[in-house]
């Protein structure tokens, strides 16, 4: 199980061993179910595409079938979450921190809705955590349905297209490039991760009491 676990988090193991349908699987559970906000989206989405250029014998489909599937798969796990954050609600604020599941994480989220509205579906969709409790926060704060598929649509294409044919423009052009792709992997989650960080610093310093 604890082996399985480290496969799911790291991208090369997930095409590797599970081809394509594990990483449509990862996909779809990072982008809208409740405990999916560990899984590799950003680094599994790109890694997919410069496998595709370098190792398409791994994923057996087209660069095109590649961005189409992945991009489904991100659309229905969305409208999971979402669901999920109808029936949950407000429950969701009040659940305490766990073993996995970080009240800090909804806060997060909250605060950056508070800031760009549904546009966070489209532009959470680059950011990890609130890539996974976006869709699901949409659901708790009751977004029609209708605007919410709208944003969904928009923010699943270009996060897959974007991420995903830079991956392979890399490796048609770079294929060389493979042996560091650990470091792309590990520069794809800081800058992702920036945008998260400052956005919780900000809400812990509101939220702090002033110096008397």
């Known amino acids: 199980m604890w082996d399985f676990l480290k496969e799911l988090t790291d991208p090369e193991s ?56 992945m991009s489904v798969a991100a659309i229905l796990g969305n409208v999971v979450g979402y669901w999920f954050g109808r029936s949950v609600g407000q429950a969701l604020f009040s659940r305490e921190d766990g073993l996995i599941f970080k009240k800090r994480y909804v806060t997060v989220t909250r605060d950056f809705y508070a800031r760009h509205g549904g546009k966070t579906l489209v532009l959470g969709r680059f950011l990890p955590i609130i890539r996974t ?23 699943a294409i270009l996060w897959i297209a974007a991420l995903t044919l830079s991956g392979y423009y890399l490796g048609q052009t770079f294929p ?19 945008p998260v960080v400052r956005t919780r610093m900000k809400e812990r310093n509101v939220n702090e009491p002033p110096e008397s």
């Open 14 to 69: 997930i095409i590797k061993y599970g081809g394509m349908a594990l990483l449509l699987f990862v996909i779809f559970a990072e982008t809208g179910l409740f405990v999916g906000f560990f899984l590799p989206g950003d680094s599994l989405v790109f890694i997919s595409g410069f496998i595709a250029a370098t190792k398409p014998h791994l994923l057996h489909c087209s660069i095109q079938r590649l961005v189409i599937s």
């Open 133 to 155: 409790f976006a869709p699901i926060l949409a659901g708790v704060i009751q977004i029609g349905f209708r605007r919410f598929m709208l944003y969904n649509l928009l923010g």
């Open 176 to 194: 060389g490039m493979g042996a560091y792709i650990g470091y792309i992997v590990i520069g794809l989650i800081i800058v992702t991760a920036i």
